[in-house]
T-cell receptor, first 111, second 116 residues
Framework: QKEVEQDPGPLSVPEGAIVSLNCTYS??????FMWYRQYSRKGPELLMY????GNKEDGRFTAQVDKSSKYISLFIRDSQPSDSATYLC???????????FGPGTRLSVLP | DTGVSQDPRHKITKRGQNVTFRCDPI?????LYWYRQTLGQGPEFLTY????????KSRLLSDRFSAERPKGSFSTLEIQRTEQGDSAMYLC??????????????FGNGTRLTVT
């Protein structure tokens, strides 16, 4: 079992839809959680950064962390074709550990 | 903030040749990471530096791989005797570690290596 798992997709939604992207993980020691967006042939771009459990909102993006279930989510409201990309979750235990990434979910928002 | 810069963007080499990549981090960042990413996979950790000290190296990393950050600024990643399995995107990222806290990683656009 991989440490961090994501449904690879592709996930196709119509423009304006609410998108839900999820990651599950096996290491209960993870405390810091991030979501990155990666366009084709580009590096990952940070979207959200959260610590421990709870919700965080930034514009159209909401990140949720449920440590008891070892499950994190990213919601995208009013999705746009420009949101079409691969979404990577990443996490770490503490500042002495490196970041572990999921394999990514490919999202396609259709006009 | 000029972002993380990587050079070259794309490198094509023949099997058995040595290659070297360069990364220039965000100027105020003291930590620098190297990751490798293959198609359909997330980035896989290779190694990281704090200033000029290499603090961690992946156990999966072959002895053919070496990284340096001689003055705590830019870093180089060298792969000796390249193999076809080395074909991947090599990503550099940087962060600021200060006062017991660390910012999230900021990535460059990577160097795509193709070994023929």
């Amino acid at each position: 079992q991989k440490e961090v798992e994501q449904d690879p997709g592709p996930l196709s939604v119509p423009e304006g839809a609410i998108v839900s992207l999820n990651c599950t993980y096996s290491n209960s020691a993870f405390q810091y959680f991030m979501w990155y967006r990666q366009y084709s042939r580009k590096g990952p771009e940070l979207l959200m950064y959260t610590y421990s459990s709870g919700n965080k909102e930034d514009g159209r993006f909401t990140a949720q962390v449920d440590k008891s279930s070892k499950y994190i989510s990213l919601f995208i409201r009013d999705s746009q074709p420009s949101d079409s990309a691969t979404y990577l979750c990443a996490m770490r235990q503490n500042y002495g550990q490196n970041f572990v990434f999921g394999p990514g979910t490919r999202l396609s928002v259709l006009p | 903030d000029t972002g993380v810069s990587q050079d070259p963007r794309h490198k094509i080499t023949k099997r058995g040749q040595n290659v070297t990549f360069r990364c220039d981090p965000i100027s105020e960042h003291n930590r620098l990471y190297w990751y490798r990413q293959t198609l359909g996979q997330g980035p896989e950790f290779l190694t990281y530096f704090q200033n000029e000290a290499q603090l961690e190296k992946s156990r999966l990393l072959s002895d053919r791989f070496s990284a340096e950050r001689p003055k705590g600024s830019f870093s180089t990643l060298e792969i000796q005797r390249t193999e076809q399995g080395d074909s991947a995107m090599y990503l550099c990222a940087s962060s600021l570690f200060w006062g017991g806290s660390e910012s999230p990683l900021h990535f460059g656009n990577g160097t795509r290596l193709t070994v023929t």
